[in-house]
């Protein structure tokens, strides 16, 4: 049997159980890239164009990693993931990106993913990964649909049990940004962690339930809007009416579009209500330096404090 390998990067931190189960089931050995370090980003940055955000860099140092390591390189295009949701531009095309920047030394697996109108395109997906890897495709789609039944119900299950988090006489700050950011400890230079150690309570996105946040994605509830966006928009107002939060901090990459756009509904929001909550932003990229990193943060700590 083929070896599949899967960088630890971009849809890796939201969908990793999804597919790690999933190709177990099919028989297959499943290679994990390392964490991200300093070797993979830079070997990311010298794969790509200047223009490129540094998450999607760091991916493709990740899928260098890999690549004389596995036989099939996985990578998923993200499309839609739900009803009226879609996903980052970067995630619909990450595929693409990686077949034209390291296309010649990989094979890379492609599965896509699209919840919202077109679920026929993921069937079809399946039905060409079980031809490549020479399978049943009956036994891809199954394996697909209860890895992908398993993985919805135990996110449920977490946001129910999220929802009711307790916070025990310390400040609590709501830290925004796309999951790839704020879990990948080196891109974010263990942000959770230097929050932590200074008795801060960290609520993220993933710590409030799904229905709550598209409730509360002013000004897009019940329309079609990126997926990230119902996640932020919806957790900065829910987390701006508790009366524990007394920040926000927003990390994001440098030329991040999404970013930009919801940062500002964000503020205006807040601002147009008197709310005054403090917000940081982060913006990071592979030039930013830990200790001008750390000197904003330190600030907005006391300032909270």
């Known amino acids: 049997m083929a070896t599949i390998g899967i960088p630890k990067g971009m849809f890796f931190f939201e969908y990793s159980s999804i597919w790690e189960e999933f190709f177990k089931i099919l028989g297959f050995e499943v290679i994990l890239s390392q964490d991200t370090n300093r070797k993979i980003m830079d ?42 949701e879609y996903t980052c531009p970067k995630l619909c095309g990450l595929p693409d990106m990686i077949a034209v920047n390291l296309g010649d030394q990989i094979k890379i697996l492609e599965i896509k993913i699209n919840m919202n109108s077109c679920r026929d395109e993921t069937k079809e997906s399946l039905v060409k990964l079980a031809q490549t890897l020479k399978i049943d495709s009956e036994k891809v789609l199954k394996a697909f649909n209860a890895t992908w039944e398993r993985h919805t119900q135990l996110m449920a299950k977490k946001n129910k049990a999220n929802v009711k988090k307790e916070v ?36 993220t996105p993933w ?16 329309k079609t809007f990126w997926d990230i966006g119902f996640e932020l928009l919806g957790s900065a ?30 503020e205006l929001d807040i601002k147009s209500k008197n709310q ?19 000197t904003r943060l330190e600030a907005f700590i006391d300032m909270i404090g």
């Open 237 to 266: 107002f829910t987390c701006a009416k508790d009366e524990r939060v007394k920040g926000i901090v927003y990390l994001t990459p440098f030329a991040c579009g999404l970013d930009a756009f919801i940062m500002e509904f964000i």
């Open 43 to 84: 070997d990311g940055i010298k794969c790509c164009s200047n223009e490129t955000c540094l998450p999607v860099k760091v991916f493709h140092g990740h899928v260098m990693s890999l690549k004389d390591k596995v036989d099939y390189v996985f990578i998923p295009r993200y499309q839609s993931t739900g009803k009226n």
């Open 168 to 203: 025990n006489n310390k400040n609590v700050i709501i830290l925004l940004g796309h999951p790839y950011m704020i879990y990948d400890n080196f891109i974010s230079m263990r942000l959770i962690e230097k929050l932590e150690r200074k008795n801060i309570e960290v609520f």
């Open 276 to 294: 005054g909550l403090p917000i940081l932003k982060l913006t990071v990229d592979e030039h930013t330096g830990e200790a001008g990193f750390d």
């Open 207 to 222: 710590d409030i339930d799904y229905e709550t946040k598209r409730r509360n994605a002013h000004p897009y509830q019940g």
